[in-house]
Structures are given as structure tokens and as C-alpha cells.
């Protein structure tokens, strides 16, 4: 038996699912173990090495165990790690936010994107005093209650598109629009707008597969907000720092009211934060009415890891080489899925993409959803024998990082080609 199957039966047992997070379930028949994990690659408890497009399922945009970061990190921690009392890290880390997002003048530090999200939506109905929140179908925000309403990553996969346990009369005050469609958001506000307190929005959705905004969509969003009084928030947990140092802000020139971060500005470590300009961020406890409190806020562990990570993004070409593998990535798999003749597309954005294999185009939660799901994981199965993780859902993303040098791209396509081969062949 392998060790991954020992400890997944032993896992069993006192973990729900043998999991941590439903996702990592998704494996089957069981998931591989850890042992550890170097620039591109993850060394499993079984003795393989694979080539990693999943990092942490967005977080290390280094790639693993980065020198600069894990030095940082290991000086910090021989001081201590926690005090309840503030650290001159956070304020570093905050400056750096503020400086790469224009929308952003102060930022509250929270431990995940998930509590970013409820945050910014406590704050939203705080600064408007009403009570509708506006999501996509396919947006997922972290596993709070308010948007657990048809929402995408695990949420899609394990066809559960709310969950269990969040009231109707929650559920209720969440009203729902079409991603890349205007009009339905238009529809919406035209009845509701008076009472709904943020549009929030992932400006590319990347828990549904990947799905870029179509030309017009953020700043058409914009505008509604701004016409109905309604706050934008853009949910840039995965995108903020991924698309670049201004995130998807920068890259589609559009502004938020309230941005949420996670994942890369903890470098790898548990983190979140909210962000917005001062008028809406002094509503927060200790200087304003609405509550927000926690014991790891600001980590200085996390703190120095998300610093160390943004210094090296801004003074390496990271970006450029994680940037380049996603694109020969992209196009690697269009040439190969191409040849071969099976239907599919791929969608891209710097240091993201996935595919679906599906003839239409990929534009929101449904034309997702015509994709072949399962010829997709026999895909992530076939490049798993060979050595190449990617994720083991449709309905997330394939990621890349400045560790994913033109060799190890190069070598994963020649795994891609093989892949593919046999799911067209056997
Ligand atoms: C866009 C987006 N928002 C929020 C979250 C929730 O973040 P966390 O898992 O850190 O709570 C995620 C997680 O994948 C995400 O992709």
C-alpha cells in the first residue's frame, strides 16, 4: 500500500473526509500526501516529484520555498510571532498595498480572503446602511454565508451551489446576475438598486475555470454602482498581485470602492485583507461603528512572508517569467488539443488559464458548464501519472509562477502531449 493511502485511511478517520478543505478530496482514488515542495515541484510522501500548477491553489507566485522569503521568514520567527500589540511589518506591508492600488488608502489585515470578503460586505451595508449584497453565478468569495449562493470552486464541483445551513432569509438578501452580462445586473439594480449595498465581482472569474472580463464589463460595473449609490467591491484575493503589482485594478484600469486581497500578500501564509479609501475604511472598529476584531490579524509570520514576496516582485522579473509559462503554457495546449483534433478552448490571463473542453466559447457559468467535465479529469489524471499536477476540478485554475523556468514548461508540454494522446485514443 502506499504511504499517501495509509495516511488518507488514517486521515479518515479524524479529519472529515480525510481533508482539510473539500477540494483536496477531489483526488482519486485518494490524494497524494506532501512531503515537501521546492521552486516548481512537490515531492510526494510516495517518493514523485511533481511539476506544481496548483501552488497552494494561488498563493505562491514564486513558486515554493522561495530563498528570499524562507530567510525572512526563519529571521522573524526566532523573535517571536505573536504579541496582541502592533509590528512595524504590518505597517510596511500596508504601505506597499497602498502604494500599487490607487483605490486603496488603508487596509485592515484579517487571516483569509473569506473573512476579507465578509469584512468588506460588513463594511459595504455599514457605509450605505442597506441590506442586498449583488453577486455572479460562478464567483466564488470564500465560504461565507452571504455568498454562498451559487457559487463556483468546490462549491461548483461537488454540485452544491449553496450550502446547507445558510438561512434562506441570508440567502435571500444575496441577489444573483449573470457574469459578462450587463443586463442582468442592470435588471437587477432597475428593482433593487436602491437597496443593494455592493456589487461584488472577482474581475476575473478564476473559480469557475478561468473566465476574463469581456471588454467593458468592470467599468460598466463601475457605472451601475456609481448611478445606484452602490458600492463596488472587487474581489481581487486571487487576481491582486497575480495579474501584477496593481492587480486587476491596474491591469483593466478600473477602481474598486472596497478590494479584497489574500492569498500572494501572505507569500504562502494565512492571510486577507480589505482595503478602500479612508471615508469607508474609518467605519471600522477602533475608529468607526462597524466591527471587526482578530487574535492572528495582521501575523507578523505572514506579515514578512507577503513583504518579502512583493519586494521580490517588484525588483525581479518574476512577473515576466511567471507571465511567459503561462502563456507557452496556453498556447502549448491550444497546439497540441488542436492537432488532435479535440474540441476545447482555453482561456488566459497573465499567470493563469485553464481549459475546457467544450466547441463555444467560455463567457460565464454556463457556457462553462457545456464543458466536459470528465474528459477534463481524465486529462488531470493522465498528467498526474506523468508527473504534472493541475487542479483536480474544472472549476478551478491552472497557475504559474517565477519558478516555472522554458525547461520546465517545455517539459510539462511534452507530458501534455502524451495526456492527450490517450484521452483521445483509449
Ligand atoms: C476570489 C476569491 N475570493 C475569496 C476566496 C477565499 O479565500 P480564503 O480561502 O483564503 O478564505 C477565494 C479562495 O479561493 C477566492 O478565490
Avoid at 483526488?27 to 496548483?54: A, C, H, Q, S
Avoid at 502524451?418 to 485514443?425: E, F, L, P
Amino acid at each position: 500500500m502506499s504511504e499517501s493511502r495509509r495516511l488518507y485511511e488514517e486521515a479518515q478517520r479524524v479529519l472529515v473526509g480525510g481533508v482539510d478543505s473539500p477540494v483536496r478530496a477531489a483526488i482519486k482514488p485518494y490524494p497524494f500526501f506532501v512531503r515537501e515542495g521546492k521552486g516548481p515541484y512537490l515531492f510526494t510522501v510516495d517518493g514523485n516529484r511533481l511539476i506544481d500548477y496548483v501552488l497552494g491553489y494561488g498563493p505562491l507566485i514564486l513558486g515554493h520555498a522561495p530563498e528570499s522569503v524562507a530567510r525572512r521568514v526563519m529571521d522573524y520567527v526566532g523573535k517571536g510571532w505573536l504579541y496582541g500589540a502592533p509590528t512595524e511589518v504590518e505597517v510596511l506591508l500596508a504601505k506597499k498595498i497602498v502604494n500599487h492600488f490607487p483605490s486603496i488608502k488603508r487596509v485592515r489585515f484579517v487571516n483569509s480572503g473569506g473573512e476579507a470578503v465578509l469584512t468588506a460586505i460588513r463594511l459595504a451595508r455599514g457605509y450605505t446602511k442597506r441590506r442586498k449584497i449583488l453577486k455572479f453565478e460562478g464567483c466564488y468569495h470564500g465560504a461565507v454565508d452571504y455568498v454562498l449562493v451559487k457559487a463556483g470552486s468546490a462549491a461548483a464541483h461537488f454540485g452544491a451551489p449553496s450550502s446547507a445551513g445558510v438561512p434562506e432569509d441570508v440567502a435571500k438578501l444575496t441577489l444573483v446576475a449573470r457574469y459578462n452580462d450587463l443586463d442582468s445586473v442592470e435588471r437587477i439594480m432597475r428593482g433593487e438598486g436602491n437597496d443593494v449595498a455592493a456589487i461584488i465581482a472577482e474581475p476575473i472569474m478564476a473559480n469557475y475555470g478561468i473566465i476574463p472580463p469581456r471588454e467593458g464589463f468592470l467599468k460598466g460595473l463601475r457605472e451601475i454602482a456609481d448611478r445606484y449609490g452602490t458600492l463596488l467591491i472587487l474581489d481581487e484575493v486571487v487576481t491582486g498581485y497575480r495579474l501584477g503589482l496593481g492587480g486587476a485594478q491596474r491591469y483593466y484600469g478600473v477602481n474598486a470602492d472596497i478590494t479584497t486581497l489574500g492569498k500572494i500578500i501572505g507569500g504562502g501564509f494565512p492571510v486577507g485583507a480589505v482595503g478602500a479609501r479612508d471615508e469607508v475604511m474609518d467605519l471600522l472598529s477602533p475608529k468607526g461603528p462597524v466591527f471587526n476584531a482578530g487574535t492572528f490579524n495582521g501575523h507578523p509570520i505572514s506579515m514578512i512572508a507577503g513583504l518579502a514576496t512583493i519586494e521580490v516582485l517588484e525588483t525581479t522579473n518574476a512577473y515576466d517569467t511567471a507571465i511567459n509559462a503561462s502563456r507557452k503554457l496556453a498556447e502549448g495546449i491550444n497546439d497540441v488539443l488542436g492537432r488532435l483534433g479535440i474540441e476545447h478552448v482555453v482561456n488566459w490571463a497573465p499567470t493563469m488559464l485553464q481549459v475546457f473542453f467544450t466547441g463555444g466559447e467560455v463567457i460565464d457559468h454556463e457556457t462553462a458548464n457545456k464543458s466536459d467535465t470528465k474528459l477534463y479529469l481524465r486529462f488531470h489524471d493522465e498528467l498526474l501519472r506523468r508527473g504534472v499536477f493541475i487542479a483536480p476540478s474544472q472549476f478551478e485554475a491552472i497557475f504559474t509562477s517565477s519558478s516555472h523556468s522554458t525547461e520546465v514548461v517545455e517539459e510539462t508540454l511534452r507530458q501534455i502531449e502524451d495526456s492527450a494522446r490517450v484521452i483521445k485514443y483509449h
